[in-house]
């Protein structure tokens, strides 16, 4: 079955840049979707279309696009961006969705 | 504002069956595709399935794991999906999301299976 992969952890220092990888072998034809989690709470989309961010969103999130890779970028980090963050995207049937494993980001 | 509410989860017996609801309101649901997302605890985000409008002829899709035991459906009269879990086991334990589009989502509902 197909499946995403990204780092399981990824630690970056307040006001630094953190960068989420993605990988997956249809991510040059099927959009990345990424989303925040945090503890105890439902997960919010916060990248759609691999580039497009949803209203209320800050602008300190933004994605990006290579062939089989997709990357969040979190600019500026703050210690409220403390999360899991899960890319989401479907299989060349378009018919089957699936997330990568997340990854943990913390901030020192 | 959109708004989505999972019920029906709770402590369920090993081979057991349950019935999960969403119930919608703050869009056009029957022009929405409905998702089921479920979380083991400690654990990653899993696909669970979907089901699409009826202008798609409320085509569903699921994840390969789930094919055999999950059902997804919808009323949309009610602005109402359903997530139907037959033969559960113990790895069925875990808060069970109903999401649209996979944008926005509820806040899970608690499947606890036990023996």
């Known amino acids: 079955s197909y499946k995403l992969t990204q780092p399981p952890s990824v630690s970056v220092s307040p006001g630094q840049t953190a960068r989420i990888t993605c990988s997956g072998d249809?991510?040059?034809?099927?959009?990345a979707y990424w989303y925040q989690q945090r503890p105890g709470q439902a997960p919010v989309l916060i990248i759609y279309?691999?580039?497009e961010r949803p209203p209320g969103i800050p602008a300190r999130f933004s994605g990006s696009s290579s062939g089989t890779t997709v990357t969040l970028t979190i600019s500026g980090v703050q210690a409220e961006d403390e999360a899991d963050y899960y890319c989401q995207s479907a299989d060349t049937t378009k018919v089957v969705y699936v997330f990568g494993p997340g990854t943990k980001v913390t901030v020192l | 504002e959109i708004q989505l509410v999972e019920s029906g989860g709770g402590l369920v017996q090993l081979g057991g069956s349950l019935r999960l609801s969403c119930a919608a309101s703050?869009?056009?649901?029957?022009?929405?595709?409905i998702h089921w997302v479920r979380q083991a605890s400690g654990e990653g985000l899993e696909w669970v399935g979907r089901i699409r409008p009826k202008t798609d002829n409320y085509a569903t899709s699921y994840a390969a794991s789930m094919k055999d035991r999950f059902i997804v459906s919808r009323d949309d009269s009610h602005n109402a999906a359903f997530l139907q879990i037959k033969s559960l086991r113990a790895e069925d334990t875990a808060i069970y999301y109903c999401?649209?589009?996979?944008?926005?989502w509820g806040q899970g509902t608690l499947v606890t299976v036990s023996s």
């Open positions: 703050g869009f056009n649901f029957s022009a929405s595709d």
């Open positions: 999401t649209r589009h996979l944008a926005q």
């Open positions: 279309k691999d580039t």
């Open positions: 249809a991510l040059p034809d099927q959009y």
